[in-house]
């Protein structure tokens, strides 16, 4: 069974600079999530798709971080105009079910300078 | 709002010693409950879970939880560690709506 694909690995870019990360679940799950991963911190929740709606963004920066998850499949996430704080790795996760934990992707590593 | 938190930041152990990490979560509700772990330049992996019935789960690589309702606790352990065991770990809470919700992680180093 294919994993969580995530690309790029690896992303350097100057403040106010855009940039997006890509996710491509496992095949069937429809709960996908998305983290930020600061160095020595746990994954923080960004946001969770349910197919192709959101269920909960709570935590995401809605004035500079955008997702979408068209067609219930794969998912983009954004952010524009990228601050320095936003260096992290991005992880996405995707899941079928409510016993079931998340299958992780290998993240993006995102350096702002 | 749910929270889960991890005492230990960073524990060094030698081979063989006892491994106990604490985790607490705090949600009203039942949950479903999950360690992870990190290797080095590896992306997380499950080690156990436990969802329903017997309070003591076994994981992977000799790993196991138990869970205290009462505490609110879900604390990893194990017996004896080895040297490969060096890694992140992850306490997580998953909530009915499958909101997943992460610890600040535990830092391991075992040395030879």
């Known amino acids: 069974e294919a994993g969580v694909a995530q690309s790029p690995r690896y992303k350097i870019i100057e403040k106010r600079q855009s940039v997006a990360f890509w996710c491509n679940p496992i095949?069937?799950?429809?709960?996908l999530y998305w983290y930020q991963q600061i160095l020595g911190q746990g994954p923080k929740l960004l946001i969770q798709?349910?197919?192709?709606?959101?269920?909960?963004d709570s935590q995401l920066p809605k004035d500079r971080f955008s997702a979408e998850r068209l067609k219930g499949v794969d998912s983009t996430l954004k952010i524009q105009p990228a601050k320095l704080e936003d260096s992290a790795v991005y992880l996405c996760?995707?899941?079928?079910?409510?016993?079931?934990?998340?299958?992780f992707g290998q993240g993006t590593r995102l350096t702002v300078v | 709002a749910q929270s889960v938190s991890q005492h230990n930041h960073h524990v060094i152990l030698s081979e063989a010693a006892s491994l106990e990490l604490g985790c607490n979560y705090s949600?009203?509700?039942?949950?479903?409950l999950f360690w992870y772990v990190q290797y080095p330049g590896q992306h997380l992996q499950l080690l156990l879970k436990y969802f329903s019935g017997d309070p003591l789960v076994k994981g992977i690589k000799g790993f196991e939880a138990e869970f205290i309702k009462s505490k609110f606790s879900f604390n990893l352990r194990k017996p004896s560690v080895q040297w490969s065991d060096t890694a992140e770990y992850f306490c997580a809470v998953k909530t009915p709506t499958d909101k997943l919700i992460f610890g600040t992680g535990t830092r391991l180093q075992v040395f030879p």
């Open positions: 798709f349910q197919n192709n709606g959101v269920v909960d």
């Open positions: 095949s069937g799950h429809a709960t």
């Open positions: 996760a995707s899941s079928f079910g409510q016993i079931v934990g998340a299958f």
């Open positions: 949600y009203g509700g039942t949950v479903n």
